[in-house]
């Protein structure tokens, strides 16, 4: 019996077995669109995979998240960028200057859709006078750019792998630039899908409905979604935008966005296993009672979990 139990253990020893995988995906910053709120920041998400630290979006507020998840600028491998609106860029300048102060081991490296170079290049060179002059030492060993930041600019229906991860994109219906115009053909808004070792994860960045993020979705075990409450963030552009332009406004909500409902369609028709709703764009003040009537407007269509995501929150 013993010499059976041995023979057992001799032979799981040698053979060549897959490393458990550790996939968190951790929703950094939950609130959506242009407006600052004080309990929530800007777009922002952790995708972590056997130690490998991947930011997708990097709103305003990022650093301090990352902090909060006792991360350090050195630690982030990769960035990932759906598109450049400033909800979803405003915290890069803090990742690259933080960066060029703890002088990290290797570049960043980030990956964003076309214009993500221009962007960079842009903050690089509005680093420089603070780069050259470092820490005010004339013999000080600087940093230089290409040793702080790479790029890669990406398109819908591209993949590429960063470690354990395989990133499939998916152009969606952010923008809706006229078909085979100058502008639809220079810009693209992106969603992802993230296949790691032993999870899918579908991040739909902005966007409003999409055939497109459907497809990408399909099967995923979590699909990351944008919300919009359309009538409490009307309310709002009301009382304080200029009148002539709230109907653009609305329009450009409206189109480019998606409700709870959409969500709960959308979720349905790729057949994913759970919903997490981020990027919540809703009024001046977001109350229990509206997370709560949301995920009821969700589960109404869709028969998953459903979760509205805060600050922080690990799925």
């Known amino acids: 019996m013993f010499k059976t139990h041995a023979t057992a253990l001799t032979l799981l020893a040698a053979t060549a077995l897959p490393a458990m995988a550790e996939t968190t995906f951790t929703v950094l910053g939950s ?7 004080a309990d929530r920041s800007q777009p922002a998400n952790l995708l972590q995979v056997n130690g490998r630290n991947i930011v ?10 990352l902090a909060a998840k006792r991360l350090r600028m050195g630690d982030v491998d990769d960035v990932v960028l759906s598109h450049l609106h400033f909800d979803h860029v405003g915290g890069l300048l803090a990742v690259l200057g933080q960066r060029f102060q703890t002088n990290p081991d290797k570049p960043v490296m980030i990956y964003g859709p076309p214009g993500t170079k221009a962007l960079i290049d842009g903050m690089i060179e509005g680093m420089g006078p603070a780069m050259e002059a470092a820490y005010g030492m004339a013999d000080a060993t600087i940093m230089t750019a290409d040793e702080l930041v790479q790029v890669q600019e990406i398109r819908g229906g591209e993949t590429f792998t960063l470690g354990d991860v395989t990133v499939t994109t998916a152009k969606n219906s ?3 630039f006229a078909h085979g115009s100058d502008l639809d053909s220079k810009y693209e808004s992106l969603s992802f899908r993230f296949q790691t070792p032993d999870r899918t ?3 739909t960045g902005d ?3 999409s055939d497109a993020v459907i497809a990408l979705a399909q099967g995923a075990d979590l699909l990351v979604s944008e919300l919009i409450d359309l009538p409490s963030i009307m309310d709002t552009v009301r009382k304080t935008a200029p009148e002539h332009l709230v109907g653009e406004i609305e329009q450009h909500l409206s189109a480019h966005h998606v409700t709870p ?26 109350t229990p009672e509206m997370t709560q009537d949301w995920a009821q407007q969700i589960s109404a269509i869709y028969g998953g979990e459903v979760a509205i995501a805060e600050d922080l929150q690990d799925y």
């Not at 997708?56 to 998240?65: F, N, Q, T, V």
């Open 56 to 65: 997708i979006d990097a709103g305003d507020g990022l650093s301090i998240r």
């Open 31 to 37: 609130g959506g669109g242009p407006i600052a709120r």
């Open 174 to 176: 952010h923008y809706s």
């Open 261 to 286: 409902e959409e969500i709960g369609r959308m979720a349905v028709a790729a057949d994913v296993g759970k919903v997490v709703a981020t990027h919540i764009a809703a009024g001046a003040r977001v």
């Open 207 to 209: 966007t409003g409905w």
């Open 201 to 203: 994860i579908v991040y």
